[in-house]
């Protein structure tokens, strides 16, 4: 059974950091990586990264955030500095399965910045 577990999120200033942390289980993972969803709008790629490293990033998070990997224990995680109000989103963690090529979800961690 696949599980995504997410952590970090939470309340922070503007112009603060957060790290959100991201641990898979029950499968080996190509691509992982992030989303997000506010209220009224369409769940977006935030980013994300191969099993190689290879990132691609929205082009409104590019020089703030940082996404990485752990392939030994199945984490990804996202380094958000600088973090802005229009970042406030629930954030989802992303994995697809290497052996059943389907996506999986995490259950969401709110990412609030105030002013």
């Known amino acids: 059974q696949v599980q995504l577990v997410e952590s970090g999120g939470g309340l922070v200033q503007a112009g603060g950091s957060l790290r959100l942390s991201c641990t898979a289980s029950?499968?080996?993972?190509?691509?992982m990586g992030w989303y997000r969803q506010s209220p009224g709008k369409e769940r977006e790629l935030v980013a994300v990264?191969?099993?190689?490293?290879?990132?691609n990033y929205a082009d409104s998070v590019k020089g703030r955030f940082t996404i990485s990997r752990d392939n030994a224990k199945s984490m990804v995680y996202l380094q958000m500095n600088s973090l802005k109000l229009e970042d406030t989103a629930v954030y989802f963690c992303?994995?697809?399965?290497?052996?059943?090529?389907?996506?999986?979800w995490g259950q969401g961690t709110q990412v609030t910045i105030s002013s």
């Open positions: 992303y994995a697809r399965s290497g052996i059943s090529s389907r996506d999986f």
């Open positions: 029950g499968s080996i993972f190509t691509t």
């Open positions: 990264i191969t099993r190689g490293g290879t990132t």
